[in-house]
């Protein structure tokens, strides 16, 4: 069965130090999203692309993260400098087009900041 | 923008139903969907409904959308122990990204 692919599945930094995350998603799906879960929340997404376009980045820390899907296909995650804050599971997601909008998730990038 | 909320935990016994609740605000919700998250892993899905429907039954799975009050549920039937879990109440209309809730913790005991 088709999955999405993330890595690195844990990252221990230290704070000012940049991080990325890297993510697959299904083959053929043309959305892409990344999501951040704090512990103890649900999702919020950070940033949705369709294709190689952003489509909604409105709730992403534009100052610190960045992210980019250079060729509509994987996708890469960055936060530089990374902060006490940012500790936290960063979800890739991926959707076809189908109406049902259902997204598959990766199993996740959880991030220490120390 | 869409809110949805659901209690933080449940505890019940193998064997018994579990009922998880959710409410929404957004009226325009078109696809709602419940997720499950087991410990240190990604979001499964385990089923959505259509804004249109009032119920669907999956196996052991029963959702009801009540439309007017703006409320669904997750009922499973004779939980087991590898049920617990955190499932999460997820909801969006159109091409607007999916917003989940907190999650429900699930303890099933044994």
């Known amino acids: 069965e088709a999955e999405v692919a993330q890595s690195p599945r844990y990252k221990i930094t230290e704070k000012s130090q940049a991080v990325a995350f890297w993510c697959d998603p299904i083959?053929?799906?043309?959305?892409l999203y990344w999501y951040r879960q704090i512990l103890g929340q649900g999702p919020e997404l950070l940033v949705q692309f369709q294709d190689e376009s952003v489509v909604d980045d409105s709730q992403l820390p534009k100052d610190r993260f960045s992210a980019e899907r250079l060729k509509g296909v994987d996708s890469t995650l960055k936060i530089q400098p990374a902060e006490l804050g940012d500790s936290a599971m960063y979800l890739c997601a991926s959707s076809s087009s189908s109406s049902t909008g259902e997204l598959f998730f990766g199993e996740g990038s959880r991030l220490t900041v120390l | 923008g869409e809110d949805v909320e659901q209690s933080l935990f449940l505890s019940v016994r193998e064997g018994d139903s579990s009922v998880i609740n959710c409410t929404y605000t957004d009226s325009s919700s078109t696809y709602l969907y419940w997720y499950k998250q087991e410990p240190g892993a990604g979001l499964q899905l385990l089923t959505y409904?259509?804004?249109?429907?009032d119920m669907k039954q999956d196996q052991r799975l029963t959702v009801l959308l009540n439309k007017k009050d703006k409320h669904l549920s997750l009922r499973i039937a004779d939980t087991q122990t590898g049920d617990s879990a955190i499932y999460f109440c997820a909801a969006n209309s159109g091409n607007t990204p999916l917003v989940f809730g907190k999650g429900t913790r699930l303890s099933v005991i044994a």
């Open positions: 409904i259509f804004s249109n429907m």
């Open positions: 083959s053929g799906h043309a959305t």
